[in-house]
């Protein structure tokens, strides 16, 4: 087992959920339910990361995320949130949180969030997982190559630069300007339809090796996610 987790949910069930996967993947995990303990309780414990619940009795998410930011500042936390209206603050990440997770969630996302903001926080793979390969989908960065079942999709370089960002953060929703953003590191001016264009020809060329799955979606007004297999 690694260092405990902390989970910050007032719901029972869903902090069971999640603890209970977690597990599974060798992750052992503290929770708390009421965010005036959070502060108190990180002064007495030092969990490799916080799985922080927005809405909460007693001191706020977002107060606490701050609080924890300014305390703590190499402390990786991700936000729990059921507040649609919150994505776009949430989106740019200004409360300090290395990632969000928007309610409801499968806990299988939740555990590869959790892995991909620990591979970036510490550098480094988690749990003998290798950061390249997910559910059958790996990333050749010597040879700008992605495969799917080991098949070769034909990527370009900008397609292949798209998969990787989505797949750095799986379930998290990227909106179209920080996908350009992570395309174009030269920021050129680009149209927003140029974005879906790369998506729709990234898209295809994993249908046409997995016509069943459906790993890049579509989420309405706000952007694209790498979603791998549940």
Do not use: N
Request: hydrophobic content about 40%; charged content about 30%; some cysteine.
């Amino acid at each position: 087992m690694t260092d405990p987790l902390l989970i910050v949910e007032d719901e029972p069930k869903i902090a069971r959920l999640i603890a209970d996967y977690l597990a599974k993947s060798g992750y052992a995990s503290d929770h708390l339910d009421h965010g005036d303990a959070v502060m108190p309780w990180l002064e007495e414990h030092a969990p490799m990361l916080v799985l922080l619940d927005l809405m909460l009795p007693g001191t706020d998410g977002l107060t606490l995320c701050r609080q924890i930011r300014e305390r703590y500042p190499a402390l990786p936390v991700i936000m729990l949130t059921a507040r649609v209206e919150e994505v776009d603050r949430l989106l740019g990440l200004e409360l300090g949180a290395d990632d969000y997770i928007c309610k409801p969630f499968s806990p299988r996302e939740v555990v590869a969030r959790v892995k991909a903001v620990l591979r970036r926080t510490h550098g480094a793979a988690v749990l003998g997982e290798t950061p390249a390969t997910q559910a059958g989908l790996t990333l050749d960065e010597d040879g700008w190559r992605a495969l799917a079942g080991g098949t070769d999709l034909g990527l370009t370089a900008v397609e292949f630069q798209l998969l990787k960002v989505m797949m750095q953060s799986p379930g998290r929703i990227f909106s179209r300007d920080q996908l350009m953003d992570h395309m174009y590191r030269d920021h050129r001016i680009v149209s927003e339809r140029t974005v879906d264009s790369h998506v729709k020809k990234l898209r295809r060329k994993v249908a046409d090796v997995w016509p069943e799955r459906d790993i890049i979606r579509s989420v309405y007004g706000v952007g694209y996610k790498y979603q791998p297999e549940e």
